[in-house]
């Protein structure tokens, strides 16, 4: 068995772990939680998508000397955060859709709800952060 395969089935264990200790009801409140986030990542990533083609445009319609310098590395700035941003929020959607979303890809742990309410596309528990890891 793949390192890979060993941390999903590791994965699998930790879900079902929260999912036997909070109970049906929970779970159906859990699952509810994780729908909203979803909405609130995949519409994040839209207006992300909607501000980097804003930007391309700016850059592809300006000529490269009517760009001043501070204003260029600013747009370009905007664009690499954008960039970013995004790719964190792909990687969330993809542990939505893959299961393992709400789970410590450091150490495993469940992150708690709290923690996702704020930051939805967190990868990592307050713990393995203030550590470093990520």
């Not at 909405?39 to 319609?61: G, P, V, Y």
């Not at 747009?75 to 970013?84: E, F, N, P, T």
């Not at 990687?91 to 309410?117: F, H, K, M, N, W």
């Amino acid at each position: 068995m793949s390192g890979w395969e060993s941390r999903s089935k590791l994965t699998q264990i930790k879900v079902a772990e929260a999912h036997f200790v909070y109970g049906p009801v929970r779970e159906q409140e859990r699952l509810m939680k994780l729908t909203a986030r979803k909405t609130i990542l995949t519409a994040r990533r839209d207006a992300i998508h909607a501000d980097l083609a804003m930007i391309r445009h700016e850059l592809e319609a300006s000529q490269p000397q009517s760009i001043s310098g501070e204003h260029g590395a600013v747009i370009h700035a905007l664009g690499q955060a954008g960039q970013a941003e995004l790719e964190q929020i792909e990687s969330a959607l993809q542990r939505i859709a893959g299961g393992d979303y709400g789970v410590c890809t450091c150490c495993g742990a469940v992150i708690p709800a709290e923690r996702l309410d704020s930051l939805p596309d967190i990868l990592t528990c307050t713990g393995c952060q203030s550590r470093g890891l990520s």
